[in-house]
């Protein structure tokens, strides 16, 4: 039987005591008055073996089994103490609070439901998002999600069979009590797989927790100590400390590299780095973010004091984008004061060392630009402005594009043709070579039809007039006129049989381009020579099921002696080549199945020569095991190295990967065992290990250099570099 007393609802249960029934019955009699109340918004139920209703302090007392609802609230205890007046509540033994949030298991508890804080004693929470297990002696719930330890334990690994999320949730009873040195003194209860103890554990739910004198432990026994933690438990965007790096090479020593991260707003942030390197220095950054419509903009600047060369190094960042009614705008800098830098750092990509752009990492030319774009009927205008800087060459002769005014017609139908134009008016740099301006004009008329065959053409003209600096080879103001006429024609013949698809495209293309004059090479404008040309190409395709065959051959025949680098691009060609006749042959072929195969070739007939070859193949030996082996050959830019990869499951946590690159170009700067990695990872539920060896090559002023790193993810805390 159930009754509601001034918004409380109690149970004594199915008991037969003759006390019990009478005191029920009295308790009813003494409320007849509170029941003609309406009923409270926030009722609480009250059920026990034993429950009783002391008018003169306005407390039940429950006993036996005593369990409590409210505001999607529960807690069960052996036995409870409530005062409805204040909402204040005394519950010990077996205690069991459950919430939306977190699930917490004591032996003893004070709390006021209506602000639902408190004290709890030797008592274990779960907070059931992200697996969080927080023990301690004495916790303090502060606020609905804020708790305070002066000395806890927290991990998120279950301990078998007891302290698991299923167990807890299930109220699996556990029969010897929670202490602080959990899980010590719980007997039959494992030690968690990792778990940090500390001082003053401060929890914020969904933000973050902060502990003093800090003690990492794996298995219970004691690895790290650090005198402050801070980490965010959740993964939206908290204001603190992030993971540090740590790591160690042979090259810049021992690595130490804290970072704060300040979440200002909800579109900007920004970071603030330090970072150490026992060789090389100290070196400060930061970096700040926001967002607009067009996207993530970023400014960034990062600054070094090399000790080893004695050399200031700074790095500098812009991206930018904007828009101001139809106008677009993006604004792109890349900024390094010393191009050592690449050598030192960004030629050898350093997986440690994310400070850096990436354009350190990956390209030669450091390039900076920026752009405004008004969007017209079928076109644009556009102001642009890029500027080049050689990672490698010191004082290289680049021209820079200071500033470049465009106008570019979209392709539109003029009756059967269609129309497009490229124009634009540049004003070049150079300190040390030809600087100008130059206006190009360049409109192209194309046409299609057919349907077996399918024919496409166009004629292309280009007009080009120049004040020209600097120039001793022709003349300060020269010009030049010429075209170009490109023809394709195509077919497509398949048949289906029961097994497969055969595909057969063979298509032929004519170029012609006319005497052009020779003038000096501003940028890809100027390659533009004589040329007359044609070039069959057949692909050939097998479709099956689970796999495919194609093979393309493609064979050029120049009908005029000079053929311009544009033209033979196409098939892997990048100089000027001088020839009459049969052109270099190509090859290419690729298989997709149970195994992956590339690879082109480039053959010379008139030489006898293999120019290029290309190739990689991976195989999958078994369902989670493949090897890959690839090669490049250019005979040109005496280029011939190997790549070889393995990625294998050991079994369902283990993985472990290898690749190497090794040079036989003979190249006495950089050839034989070039890079060469080893990385394993190990995953469990709560936590996971990544340990790497590598090998980087040298450079021209840096020897080889080897690093060994660890890489432990503690999940919902982050990862740590050893």
């Not at 009699?29 to 003609?36: I, Q």
């Not at 009923?39 to 059920?47: E, G």
């Not at 890029?386 to 003029?414: C, F, H, M, S």
């Not at 700067?669 to 469990?684: D, F, H, P, Q, V």
Request: aromatic letters at 14%.
């Amino acid at each position: 039987m159930i009754a509601r007393i001034k918004g409380i609802i109690y149970d004594p249960g199915n008991r037969k005591s003759a006390f019990l029934s009478i005191f029920f019955c009295l308790s009813l009699l003494c409320s007849l008055s509170l029941l003609l109340d309406p009923p409270s918004v926030n009722a609480m139920t009250i059920s026990a073996d034993h429950l009783e209703h002391f008018q003169e302090d306005d407390k039940f007392v429950g006993t036996g089994n005593v369990k409590m609802e409210k505001d999607k609230a529960v807690i069960q205890a052996d036995k409870v103490i409530f005062y409805r007046e204040t909402s204040d509540l005394e519950a010990t033994g077996h205690v069991v609070y459950e919430d939306t949030d977190a699930v917490i298991r004591a032996e003893q508890a004070e709390l006021n439901l209506d602000s639902r804080t408190g004290t709890l004693h030797n008592a274990v929470i779960l907070f059931k998002k992200d697996n969080y297990w927080i023990t301690g002696n004495h916790i303090e719930k502060i606020e609905e999600d804020h708790y305070y330890a002066e000395r806890a334990t927290f991990t998120t690994c279950d301990s078998k069979p007891y302290l698991t999320k299923e167990a807890f949730l299930q109220k699996t009873p556990i029969e010897s009590s929670f202490s602080a040195e959990y899980p010590k003194n719980l007997a039959g209860v494992e030690n968690p797989d990792w778990c940090f103890k500390g001082d003053d554990v401060d929890i914020t739910l969904g933000e973050k927790i902060t502990a003093k004198n800090v003690v990492y432990r794996i298995q219970g026994l004691p690895v790290l100590y650090t005198p402050y933690l801070w980490t965010s438990i959740d993964n939206e965007r908290q204001t603190g400390f992030l993971t540090p790096i740590i790591g160690n090479s042979t090259e810049k020593g021992f690595e130490f590299s804290p970072a704060f991260y300040w979440a200002i707003d909800d579109d900007k942030d920004a970071s603030f780095y330090l970072d150490y390197y026992s060789k090389r220095g100290i070196a400060e950054g930061l970096e700040f973010r926001y967002a607009n419509p067009q996207g993530v903009n970023q400014w960034y600047i990062y600054h070094l004091y090399d000790t080893q060369l004695r050399e200031d190094f700074v790095i500098a960042k812009v991206a930018e984008k904007e828009q101001w009614g139809d106008i677009k705008g993006f604004l792109d800098i890349n900024y390094l004061n010393n191009i050592d830098f690449y050598t030192e750092y960004g030629a050898i990509p350093d997986t440690r060392m994310k400070r850096f752009p990436e354009f350190l990492e990956i390209n030669r030319f450091l390039q900076s630009s920026g752009e405004l774009s008004l969007p017209l009927t079928n076109s644009r205008l556009y102001l642009l402005s890029q500027y080049w800087v050689d990672l490698q060459t010191k004082d290289a002769q680049i021209e820079q594009r200071l500033p470049e005014l465009g106008y570019v017609i979209n392709p539109t139908r003029v009756g059967p043709l269609v129309f497009t134009l490229s124009s634009a008016i540049s004003n070049f740099y150079n300190n040390q070579g030809p600087q100008g301006q130059r206006l190009f004009i360049n409109p192209t008329l194309s046409h299609s039809f057919g349907d077996a065959v399918q024919v496409f053409q166009s004629l292309s003209l280009r007009e080009a007039a120049y004040n020209l600096q600097n120039v001793t080879t022709t003349s300060s103001t020269p010009h030049w006129e010429t075209f170009q006429y490109t023809a394709n024609a195509l077919m497509r013949f398949f048949k289906e049989y029961p097994d497969f698809t055969h595909i057969i495209e063979p298509s032929l293309q004519y170029i012609f381009i006319p005497d052009t004059k020779t003038l000096p090479t501003l940028d890809s404008t100027e390659v533009f020579n004589k040329t007359s040309q044609v070039q069959f190409s057949l692909l050939n395709t097998l479709a099956f099921k689970n796999f495919s065959i194609a093979t393309r051959l493609t064979q050029p025949y120049a009908l005029s002696t000079e053929v311009s680098d544009e033209s033979l691009g196409q098939i892997g060609l990048t100089d000027n080549i001088v020839y009459q006749g049969l052109g270099p042959t190509e090859l290419e072929a690729s298989i997709s199945g149970p195994f992956t195969l590339r690879l082109d070739v480039t053959y010379d007939f008139r030489k006898g020569t293999t120019d290029t070859a290309n190739s990689e193949i991976t195989v999958k030996l078994a369902e989670k095991t493949t090897v890959s082996l690839g090669e490049r050959y250019d005979v040109q830019n005496n280029i011939n190295f190997y790549t070889m990869g393995f990625n294998t499951f050991l079994m369902k946590d283990w993985s472990v990967s290898l690749s190497a690159w090794y040079d036989a170009s003979g190249n006495p700067t950089g050839s034989g065992l070039r890079n060469a990695a080893i990385k394993t990872l190990y995953n469990e539920k709560c936590w996971g290990v990544e340990a790497s060896f590598e090998r980087k090559p040298s450079s021209a002023t840096t020897p080889v250099e080897y690093s060994f790193a660890v890489m432990v993810e503690l999940k919902g805390f982050g990862k740590f570099r050893l």
